[in-house]
């Protein structure tokens, strides 16, 4: 492969979604590659906050039924705009709360223990708000954590195998809670593979696609997935603490969530102020509370940039970017004691790329100090995620030449290998 700086400038030239880089506040004289924690801020997304914002100042409470994005519908709008992303229904789709609570509301929807079926399959390399969340619903039914969470061990300590997956799909398992994407070192599972299994068994599936949506394709609709639910701020670039995600496939409708609350209602219901909750026969029905307006309004016009460019485009060049990433590393710094422990198959990796090195932090910390912003995971890992929509191949191969200054001259030494308060 071509290593030089012009093979890049090449690409760049040729990317057909490169307009969209001037739809963000890109920072100049930096290399931002942590949006698989926090997406850039789009132009659109400003926008949107402000006619929020104004339908506020000049309609006030109106804001609820008029206007260009009446408040009321809001969630449900929002949660039309997630369909291309997941494959799925408009009614199956909601955009609502946080990833945890979410998480909260689905385990008391879903988790039914009954008989010997009284335990949770999740996986060991999970994000741990996901394991704190369940933890906490089983010991809410009576039931011990340590004998009722089934936790999937990894053979290499960063991917999960789908045989060892469905091995654990046992009598006693009464509900399953997986990642699509690990946090760590970005392996796709392969959920349709593990739906089916779980249908096949009887056993309710439902999966975590925080770091999956916005970076890949997914059809939860078709694989016949019985839940899900995601966070917005990563790929998706909804802003922090942005409005979260649901999704519940229309066999379940019409049923009444585990959490009722405010806004679990029939629309035109809610107001007649019954005390007897009449739920939504959509996933509005998994809402609880009013709608977070303010935190919503980001993602009306960051999901219109995701129509426009369409997610077969984006993981099309996220994988283009990730290729070229590792085999720069693999060129360039074999020397330097990195390891690549994402998966190299396309199946199998999502939309950032995992390495691991015994001077993990301090090399972070030398990157960042160099302009570029990587992502640190503990113990020893390093997280970069060139995005499609804002990142380019030039500054994929500036990243690695910073990279290999940095070790050859042991920038990375100057600071302690350590994590900071936030890692």
Known sequence: MDTSRQYAITLDHQDPLQKFRKEFYVTKDKIYLDGNSLGHLSKRSEQAVLSILDAWKNDAIDGWTIGEHPWFYLSEKVGEAFAPL??????????????TTNLHQLLASFYKPEGKKTKILADELNFPSDIYAIKSQLKLKGFSPDEHLVQVKSRDGHTLTTEDIIASMTDDIALIILPGVLYRSGQILDMRTLTEAACE?????????CHSIGSIPHYLSEWNVDFAFWCTYKHLNGGPGSVAGIYVNEKHLG???????????????????????????????????????LSLAPLIGSLEIFQEAGIQA??????????????LME???????????????????????????????????????AGIIPDFRSPNGIRLAPVALYNTFEEVWQTVEVLKQIMRDQKYKKYENTRGVIA
């Open 314 to 327: 984006i993981r099309q060049k996220s994988l283009a970017l990730t290729d070229y990433l590792m085999a």
């Open 331 to 369: 060129m360039e710094l074999s020397e330097f004691g990195f390891k690549i422990a994402s998966p190299k198959e396309h199946l199998s990796r999502g939309g950032h790329v995992y390495v691991t090195h015994p001077n993990a932090a301090s090399i972070c910390k030398a990157l960042k100090d």
């Open 86 to 99: 997941v494959g799925a229904k408009p009614d199956e789709l909601i955009a609502t709360g946080s990833t």
């Open 201 to 209: 068994r009887g056993i309710p599936i439902g999966f975590d696609l």
């Open 255 to 293: 049923n009444e969530p585990g959490l009722s609350g405010w806004f679990s209602s029939k629309k035109d219901k809610q107001f007649d102020l019954e005390h007897q909750l009449t739920p939504a026969p959509t996933a509005g029905a998994y809402q609880i509370g009013t709608p977070h307006v």
